[in-house]
């Protein structure tokens, strides 16, 4: 398994401009909420696409029992995403830190260089990787903005999770389609209420 937690080569080797463990957490996601039955062939797949190298994602490698690990994790990290408190998130992150054993180390791995890792060892399941790194990052985001630069797409319908760590003001949508919808549907609320 590639449990990295800062790591950038294999990011670098996948054309990634750095690593970015929070986008893979929001992909993985939302790959789950829109199919709780995701394949093992398709998490494999993304979580190629976010730098993780395809031979560390074998069938054996990466088998189907942490393919269902890593759903259950996706599933409730999912529901941190989706919570719009930031005092409950700060304490929801606290635990899953503690719960994962999270204490900064250096691994070297099946090849890898040095790079960090904040599970309970080189021999943590796909879950306990996810979980520990996306905790991670969530944590320096939250700490970073001062406040969570994530959440649920606000437009009516649309249940997918964003990341608004670019610069600009908050976000409150997944994609400028819903934040136009959801624009445009106000306006004529406004409209209809107004004639």
Known sequence: MSAESGESVTAEAAGMRGFRPADRLKDLVNAVRADPGIS???????????????EDLTEQAFTGEDAEG???????????LAEPDVDRAAHAINALLTECG??????????????LHIDRGDDATWAE??????????????????????????????TTLYLG???????????????????????????????
Do not use: N
């Open 40 to 54: 093992r062939e398709a998490l494999a797949g993304l979580l190629t696409r976010h730098g993780e190298r395809p």
């Open 70 to 80: 890593l759903r259950a994790a996706a599933y409730r990290l999912g529901a941190l």
């Open 102 to 115: 999270a204490r900064p180390r250096l691994s070297r791995h099946d090849g890898h260089t040095w790079h």
């Open 129 to 158: 990787w996810f979980t520990a790194s996306s905790a991670l990052a969530l944590s320096q985001i939250l700490t970073e903005y001062g406040r969570m630069p994530w959440g649920e797409c606000a437009a009516p319908g649309c």
């Open 165 to 195: 760590t670019g610069p600009g003001s908050a976000r409150r949508y997944c994609s400028t389609a819903c934040a136009s919808r959801a624009r445009v549907a106000a306006h004529r609320r406004r409209k209809r209420e107004g004639g």
